[in-house]
């Protein structure tokens, strides 16, 4: 069974930065990890995933802000990151961890029901 659980969500000021974190009990020997948002009354977002091959893919409205990557030491490689520098009011909302098996293709999907599993989610605010 697969659970996840986020961290490091929190207030910071505009321009400023954060890193969340993702543990992700179970194992999935190939999988997707993604990183979700959700602001109030929005739907929710696919911002970043990353495969077990370590294909990478960010949304547009995050590129060259925020990156997603996943450590590779043995003790923590269940563990997944996402930074975000250069924060925008906008930016504001739940951020959520999910995962899901990777099947053939080489890339992650990236809507939100093509992940079974989710974290909790750990909140984000930005102020201006």
């Known amino acids: 069974q697969v659970h996840l659980k986020e961290s490091g969500g929190g207030s910071v000021q505009s321009g400023g930065s954060l890193r969340l974190s993702c543990v992700r009990s179970?194992?999935?020997?190939?999988?997707?990890m993604a990183w979700f948002r959700q602001a109030p009354g929005k739907s929710r977002e696919g911002i970043a995933m990353?495969?077990?091959?370590?294909?990478?893919?960010?949304?547009e409205s995050v590129k060259g802000r925020f990156t997603i990557s996943r450590d590779n030491a043995n003790n923590a490689k269940n563990t997944f990151y996402l930074q975000m520098n250069s924060l925008k009011p906008e930016d504001t909302a739940m951020y959520y961890c999910?995962?899901?098996?990777?099947?053939?293709?080489?890339?992650?999907?990236?809507?939100?029901?093509?992940?079974?599993?989710w974290g909790q989610g750990t909140q984000v605010t930005v102020s201006s």
């Open positions: 999910s995962a899901r098996t990777r099947d053939f293709a080489t890339s992650c999907p990236p809507g939100e029901d093509s992940y079974p599993y």
């Open positions: 990353i495969a077990d091959n370590g294909n990478t893919m960010h949304a």
């Open positions: 179970g194992d999935i020997s190939r999988y997707c």
